[in-house]
């Protein structure tokens, strides 16, 4: 089981930037999809963007493509989400999550095997 734990998150005005940070627990397994999800009140559990450790290759959601970037940092083990541009729609708890193999691009929930507890992030107009 990977462990995920996210930070980053904070309240920020609508044009702002942030980043959000997940230290992983991965170790020598060599493929991993990790994954950014966001979570709004009322709303389902919506996939952002994820990426592949093996080769980098990331999907986004049309929503956020232009303005978030995912990258990783294998030596320390982080994932990133660089959020450009925010938009008060953008407010949400997001989670950081992980599965065994490769990223497909549609991102389901289910697909999962390990979450975080989330960092919420809050964009005011």
């Known amino acids: 089981q990977v462990q995920v734990v996210e930070s980053g998150g904070g309240s920020v005005q609508a044009g702002g930037s942030l980043r959000l940070s997940c230290a992983s627990s991965?170790?020598?397994?060599?493929?991993?999809?990790l994954a950014w999800f966001r979570q709004a009140p009322g709303k389902e559990r919506e996939g952002v963007a994820n990426?592949?450790?093996?080769?980098?290759?990331?999907y986004y959601v049309d929503s956020v493509k232009a303005r978030f970037t995912i990258s990783q940092n294998n030596a320390k083990n982080t994932l990133y989400l660089q959020m450009n541009s925010l938009k008060p729609e953008d407010t949400a708890m997001y989670y950081c999550?992980?599965?065994?193999?490769?990223?497909?691009?549609?991102?389901?929930?289910?697909?999962?095997?390990?979450w975080g507890q989330g960092t919420q992030v809050t964009v005011s107009s």
């Open positions: 999550a992980a599965h065994r193999g490769y990223c497909a691009s549609v991102m389901r929930s289910p697909d999962f095997d390990d």
């Open positions: 991965i170790r020598t397994y060599p493929y991993y999809c």
């Open positions: 990426i592949n450790t093996s080769g980098g290759s990331t």
